[in-house]
T-cell receptor, first 114, second 112 residues
Framework: GAVVSQHPSWVICKSGTSVKIECRSLDFQATTMFWYRQFPKQSLMLMATSNEGSKATYEQGVEKDKFLINHASLTLSTLTVTSAHPEDSSFYIC??????????FGPGTRLTVT | GEDVEQSLFLSVREGDSSVINCTYTDSSSTYLYWYKQEPGAGLQLLTYIFSNMDMKQDQRLTVLLNKKDKHLSLRIADTQTGDSAIYFCAEIPATGANNLFFGTGTRLTVIP
């Protein structure tokens, strides 16, 4: 099946610094990727839709200047959490859309901001 | 907006069948999905069903869709301890950006 990778799998950073998370589709091209956030014991919340070559579409309540998304190629989207704060600590999961409207998820990145 | 609901917990004995239920509100949903999430991991696509289908079977998994009642279920036959995980149903509505709307997730615990 289609494989989506994320890097890093976990990261600890100090408050005020920025963190970049990469999402790659390894064996298929994805014109659309999605970024989700998951709080402990909760469901996934869509943050933004990332389209290759254009600006991301953010969901209501998600700060686009804080969560920078770049979809530079058909296989790579990045999420940068700028000026991270402890409340940004969460599990961030990306997905890439393949054919037949299937979405394949990355393994997630656990961010801890101290 | 779209609303997808699931019961939070299900416990079954090893070897029994598990049935995880999901209800949704958007009658225009095109695709409906079942994902599995193991602790600390991302989501694994288990199966999906197109809205014009009533049933789909894939090895131990059977998906039933009652479009009239907006009810989706996932049956796992011969449940094993490795099936213990959180199961999310999700839908893509006919309108919008083709993103998924997830249910709350059902935590399945398989008792040996």
């Amino acid at each position: 099946g289609a494989v989506v990778s994320q890097h890093p799998s976990w990261v600890i950073c100090k408050s005020g610094t920025s963190v970049k998370i990469e999402c790659r589709s390894l064996d298929f091209q994805a014109t659309t990727m999605f970024w989700y956030r998951q709080f402990p014991k909760q469901s996934l919340m869509l943050m933004a839709t990332s389209n290759e070559g254009s600006k991301a579409t953010y969901e209501q309540g998600v700060e686009k200047d804080k969560f920078l998304i770049n979809h530079a190629s058909l296989t790579l989207s990045t999420l940068t959490v700028t000026s991270a704060h402890p409340e940004d600590s969460s599990f961030y999961i990306c997905s890439a859309r393949g054919g037949a409207n299937e979405q394949y998820f990355g393994p997630g990145t656990r961010l801890t901001v101290t | 907006g779209e609303d997808v609901e699931q019961s939070l917990f299900l416990s079954v004995r090893e070897g029994d069948s598990s049935v995880i239920n999901c209800t949704y509100t958007d009658s225009s949903s095109t695709y409906l999905y079942w994902y599995k999430q193991e602790p600390g991991a991302g989501l694994q696509l288990l199966t999906y069903i197109f809205s014009n289908m009533d049933m789909k079977q894939d090895q131990r998994l059977t998906v039933l869709l009652n479009k009239k009642d907006k009810h989706l279920s996932l049956r796992i036959a011969d449940t094993q301890t490795g099936d213990s995980a959180i199961y999310f149903c999700a839908e893509i509505p006919a309108t919008g950006a083709n993103n998924l709307f997830f249910g709350t997730g059902t935590r399945l615990t398989v008792i040996p």
